[in-house]
């Protein structure tokens, strides 16, 4: 006889469907068994999952970042701005999200951050493969960066492509050109492996843009979303230096970078520069 009886709130005619030959359609779509067996800690210290999850969360805000980029890039090198403006839209979004993730990790004492640090060995978040993506799409691009992934051929590879090919900004700048901005050759034909330097010229015509009496302009528009990037880019580095201050001081990161003295230069530095510095103008 069967010992199995029916759950009396489960024999409705609103009931999920529950009997699946295998897994789950959700399991097959999301993959969660996958993911919630990724994390393999490696001291007893309870505190590591939080930092492993987070860690892993990040990388995946990363992967979602980078798609939204690319196809923003893409549609400016076609002309659909709308296209455009859609994806970077929707990474605001994710980017408040991703920044919203040091929130577990802020508060971490020195202590608590020690009790599992050494676990890390020389694995630092410096070595992302999936960050420096996004560095390259905002303009940030260093041959150099493509050392620590020389034993990972994949990997490798698409930083390499990534490397150069036009970042974001360079798609935007191309754009101006096409419509009659005074976007020189040197700006647009420069060499694409290089980190983009600001340019008298690109400022004086973002101060053009800016100064339509058009407000909604599409290219006004386009610049205050680029710009919306760069203010959470940017805060994004200024919480990921005030977390490693709190958590570790002055002291050398893991991995051997210069920790905290790293991360003040790269929070200094913005992305879009013009766009910025323009607004002076206006």
Do not use: C
Request: aromatic residues 8%; glycine residues 6%.
């Amino acid at each position: 006889m069967s010992t199995n009886h029916p759950d009396p709130e489960a024999t409705g005619a609103d009931t999920p469907y529950l009997d699946f030959a295998g897994t789950t359609p959700y399991e097959d779509y999301v993959q969660a068994d996958v993911l919630t067996h990724l994390q393999h800690l490696r001291s007893d210290d309870p505190g590591e999952m939080v930092f492993l999850v987070t860690t892993q969360v990040m990388e995946l805000w990363f992967t979602v970042i980078v798609h939204e980029w690319e196809t923003a890039t893409r549609a400016l090198r076609e002309d659909r701005i709308p296209v455009a403006r859609d994806a970077l839209k929707r990474s605001l979004r994710e980017l408040e999200a991703l920044n919203e993730s040091w929130r577990p990790l802020a508060g971490l004492t020195p202590a608590q951050f020690n009790s599992y640090r050494g676990s890390l060995g020389e694995g630092s978040g410096f070595q992302s493969a999936m960050y420096r993506r996004m560095e390259f799409l905002l303009g940030d691009k260093s041959a150099s960066m493509l050392v620590p992934h020389r034993g990972a051929p994949r990997v490798y590879a698409e930083l390499e492509k990534a490397l150069g090919e036009p970042s974001l900004y360079d798609e935007t700048l191309a754009l101006l050109a096409r419509r009659g901005y005074a976007i020189s050759e040197a700006v647009t034909t420069r060499d694409l492996t290089k980190r983009y330097e600001p340019s008298p010229e690109v400022e004086a015509v973002w101060a053009e843009i800016y100064a339509s009496d058009d407000q909604n302009d599409e290219l006004v528009r386009l610049g205050e979303l680029l710009t919306d990037v760069g203010e959470l880019v940017w805060r994004w580095r200024n919480d990921h230096l005030v977390a490693t201050r709190r958590a570790m001081g002055s002291k050398t990161g893991t991995g051997g970078s210069a920790g905290v003295a790293w991360l003040e230069k790269r929070a200094t530095k913005n992305v879009f520069p013009e766009l910025w510095t323009a607004r002076s103008h206006v």
